[in-house]
């Protein structure tokens, strides 16, 4: 059995999940899970995350999507399906601050990462030692605003066999050019509870505000700078005997479990983006 897992967004009305139901029904599949959420229920946006379970030697795949296609079709529903039997290939990118990476990297190894990491790419060498310990390739690609379009297409040469990326504390923006020309998922973990503490050094502006509680956001990179759709923050209290670097601290273990937690989402297809917003299955 093959566990899929089918993401649907259509306009609401009465009757979806019925209509829904029927196809997996119709289609020898067995419902295991099944989440749903409305906008509003009067014309509002409809979203479901089914997973099911599908027997290639009675349905193959093809004969499955098509079917669904023509449901889809009635119900003018965009959708996204995905396999079971799939392992995502997620490269990385880092710049000094290793927290990040080396959290990966661990939970890549313990197995609670199902994915594939071909290359981690660094615009430093400072990581080198860390990601070779682990068997994974690492690749230096220096940037300087000088060099930045020639470093970005070097980056992009080395990751067309990837999936999606992860930005695990790299620390240069990705030009408008650079997104248009991957067309896939990233993810950036940012340390800070955006959308306040926006740019460089966000636990001393916290800081210098006097906040109660500090954070780290993971979302989707898009063209506006840490504008992108929200998967996943985390929150600490400050005490007023905090300092800038007990927040920098508390920081980093925010940034990885929020990064994490953020990874997982994404890996388990639980996230619908809409507009500037996830919905964010659990």
């Not at 979203?47 to 499955?64: A, C, I, K, P, Q």
């Not at 981690?120 to 390739?137: A, K, Q």
């Not at 297409?153 to 990751?159: H, K, P, R």
Request: hydrophobic share 35%; net charge negative.
């Amino acid at each position: 059995m093959t566990q899929t897992v089918l993401l649907i967004q259509c306009p609401d009305k009465k009757g979806i999940v019925a209509r829904v139901s029927d196809f997996i029904f119709r289609s020898e599949c067995n419902i295991l899970t099944s989440d749903q959420h409305t906008t509003d229920p009067e014309g509002g946006r409809f979203f479901m995350r089914l997973l099911f379970s599908l027997d290639e030697e009675r349905v193959n795949r093809e004969t499955l999507e098509k079917g669904w296609r023509e449901v889809a079709e009635e119900l003018q529903a965009t959708w996204e399906i995905h396999y079971s039997t799939e392992t995502p290939r997620m490269g990385i990118l880092v710049s000094k601050q290793d927290h990040c990476l080396f959290d990966l990297l661990y939970r890549h190894r313990s197995g609670e990462l199902r994915v594939t990491i071909p290359k981690v790419i660094s615009n430093h060498e400072d990581c080198r030692e860390l990601v070779e310990r682990y068997d994974i390739p690492f690749h230096y690609v220096p940037v300087t605003p000088e060099t930045k379009l020639r470093a970005e297409q070097g980056i992009l040469d080395l990751v067309q066999d990837t999936d999606f990326l992860v930005l695990a504390r790299y620390m240069r923006i990705l030009s408008d050019g650079f997104l248009a020309a991957y067309k896939r998922d990233i993810i950036n973990i940012h340390h800070s509870f955006l959308p306040s503490f926006k740019g460089a050094d966000p636990y001393r502006q916290a800081y210098e505000r006097g906040v109660k509680i500090i954070g780290a956001t993971a979302h989707y990179v898009t063209p506006a700078l840490d504008e992108g759709p929200i998967i996943e923050q985390m929150v600490e209290r400050v005490y007023y005997k905090d300092t800038v670097e007990d927040l920098k601290r508390k920081g980093r273990n925010l940034e990885k479990l929020a990064l994490a937690n953020a990874i997982h989402a994404h890996l388990d297809h639980r996230i619908i983006r809409h507009a500037q917003r996830t919905i964010v299955f659990q």
